[in-house]
């Protein structure tokens, strides 16, 4: 069995690259405290021949993660092959999920995906404080959580927020 130490990063590679890319720009700023070990970095999926062989690289990047990030932007809903695929495997998975809103709300909105619309994530706004603290701290929470049989939209408080200085 694998190691699982990674966060698997999902999202509309066709229009918000640029926020993933951000992501990776925290986690290499030596002044940051932001930090990550992307499953993204296991492999290269974009071997456009074969949609099974893509899926076959994207399930080891999931065989390796703790924890699923979901960058929620205006198209991400109408994504039905590969987005809304990596969401489905993370839910069988039961990997904690946390949904990052890049139009900076702190809860579910409209723009969420049906297939986690109801299920136990978590919703943070695109920042980096709210980001590391959720996948700091979420994955555990998420267990307690699951174990108790919760389900739906979670979000955190405003106190949360405070204490991060947001």
Request: hydrophobic fraction near 35%; glycine fraction near 4%; aromatic fraction near 10%.
């Amino acid at each position: 069995m694998a190691y699982r130490n990674k966060t698997y990063v999902c999202f509309d590679g066709d229009n918000d690259m640029r926020y993933y890319r951000l992501m990776t720009a925290w986690k290499a700023n030596d002044n940051s405290d932001f930090n990550f070990h992307n499953a993204h970095d296991l492999n290269t999926a974009r071997d456009t021949s074969q949609e099974e062989s893509i899926k076959r690289q994207l399930r080891e990047r999931f065989a390796n993660s703790k924890l699923l990030i979901v960058l929620i932007g205006e198209n991400t809903r109408l994504l039905r092959k590969f987005v809304k695929w990596e969401m489905e495997v993370a839910l069988r998975l039961e990997l904690p999920i946390v949904g990052v809103n890049l139009n900076g709300e702190r809860r579910r909105t409209d723009l969420c995906p049906a297939a986690i619309r109801d299920e136990l994530v978590i919703y943070v706004p695109f920042q980096q404080k709210i980001i590391q603290y959720a996948m700091d701290n979420w994955p555990e929470r998420y267990a307690q959580r699951k174990k108790a049989g919760d389900t739906g939209p979670i979000h955190y408080n405003d106190s949360v927020y405070t204490k991060l200085g947001l």
